[in-house]
Nanobody, 121 residues
Framework: QVQLEESGGTLAQAGGSLRLSCSAS????????MSWFRQPAQDQREFVAH???????VYADSVKGRFTISRDNSKSMAYLQMNRLKPEDTAIYYC???????????????WGQGTQVTVSS
């Protein structure tokens, strides 16, 4: 079992930056690929980025070059640094953990409760 808790979501201006944090507890953190997903209002949850235990990252095209995912295995933390924010980045952002490195929503083993990011134009 893994418990995930996100923090850092807030209201931001377009062009600004935010950093989201995900705290993990329970099972061995390094077993899991850590991912960020997001769900805009009245839309489906979508993959944003993930990082495996030794630091290999994958990004959605919509955030490539603007967002950076990272993890600190010593603290069981994952982060999402979001730069050059756009109004279309507005969504609930979820942290997720899975054993397979999948970018698919149904394949994730554990989810956090989500944190709201709102970007004003």
């Amino acid at each position: 079992q893994v418990q995930l808790e996100e923090s850092g979501g807030t209201l931001a201006q377009a062009g600004g930056s935010l950093r989201l944090s995900c705290s993990a507890s329970g099972d061995t953190f390094t077993r899991y690929t850590m991912s960020w997903f997001r769900q805009p209002a009245q839309d489906q949850r979508e993959f944003v980025a993930h990082v495996n235990w030794f630091g290999i990252t994958v990004y959605a095209d919509s955030v490539k070059g603007r967002f950076t995912i990272s993890r600190d295995n010593s603290k069981s933390m994952a982060y999402l640094q979001m730069n050059r924010l756009k109004p279309e980045d507005t969504a609930i952002y979820y942290c997720a953990a899975d054993l397979t490195g999948s970018i698919s929503v149904p394949d994730q083993d554990y989810w956090g409760q989500g944190t709201q990011v709102t970007v004003s134009s």
